[in-house]
């Protein structure tokens, strides 16, 4: 596609119920990563994957939490057990080099974002 | 724990005024990025620095990172309602075993008053 996807934009749950955030990042881009973002924050760091390798899940809050790649191009995040504290707006992002570091530009092509809400 | 810290939290400007949003580090900065984001969109590449003293422009926007790269500025000359958004300044941060992560600051909220 033309820009990174993300699915479905507006998500409400009842407490305790799992949900997935599907991303579809650009076509051909190696490295898909996940963020959180709370009202009023800048994104906070949750993983990240090179083709299908997940390369750095730090920022993952606790088990509740995983994410996967399996044929390295879309991935979803998933949320098992929602709390209310998991409300925020999960945003996706791409970029076409293995690492920032790696690239000239640096980057990173964001979707416009899951907001999820646990009532 | 956010790792940036931005300042000034927001700012509000008279359309034609010049600003500068800044970005500091108690590390040093292997890549500095600034992203720009509006209500309800995705964030907005602006530019990337990763050379101490480093300076860039695209348009109106200026941004430099300091010598000792621990320090970035952001720098709008006569803003203009466009302009208005959420300017966020986010970091390289090298981890072990070769992987790395991009971390944000919490975000200047820029209102271009007409």
């Known amino acids: 596609g033309a820009g990174v996807s993300q699915s479905p934009r507006y998500k409400v749950t009842k407490r305790g119920q799992d949900v997935a955030l599907r991303c579809d990042p650009i076509s051909g881009h190696v490295s898909l990563y996940w963020y959180r973002q709370a009202l009023g924050q800048g994104p906070e760091f949750l993983t990240y994957f090179n083709y299908e390798a997940q390369q750095d899940k730090s920022g993952l809050p606790n088990d509740r939490f995983s994410a996967e790649r399996p044929e390295g191009s879309i991935s979803t995040l998933t949320i098992q057990r929602t709390e209310q504290r998991d409300s925020a707006m999960y945003r996706c992002?791409?970029?076409?080099?293995?690492?920032?570091?790696?690239?000239?530009?640096?980057?990173?092509?964001f979707g416009e974002g899951s907001r999820l809400t646990v009532l | 724990s956010q790792e940036l810290e931005q300042s000034p939290q927001s700012l509000i400007v008279q359309e034609g005024k010049n600003l500068t949003i800044n970005c500091t580090s108690s590390?040093?900065?292997?890549?500095l990025y600034w992203y720009k984001q509006k209500y309800g969109e995705g964030l907005i590449f602006l530019m990337m620095?990763?050379?101490?003293?480093e300076e860039k422009s695209h348009e109106k926007i200026t941004a430099k990172l300091d010598e000792k790269k621990q320090q970035s500025s952001l720098h709008i000359t006569a803003s203009q309602p466009s302009h208005a958004g959420i300017y966020l300044c986010?970091?390289?941060?090298?981890?072990?075993?070769?992987?790395?992560?991009?971390?944000f600051g919490k975000g200047t909220k820029l209102t271009v008053n007409p």
């Open positions: 992002a791409s970029s076409l080099a293995l690492g920032l570091a790696a690239q000239n530009t640096g980057e990173l092509f």
């Open positions: 986010g970091a390289d941060l090298p981890l072990q075993g070769g992987s790395e992560k991009l971390v």
């Open positions: 590390k040093t900065l292997y890549g």
């Open positions: 620095l990763q050379k101490g003293g």
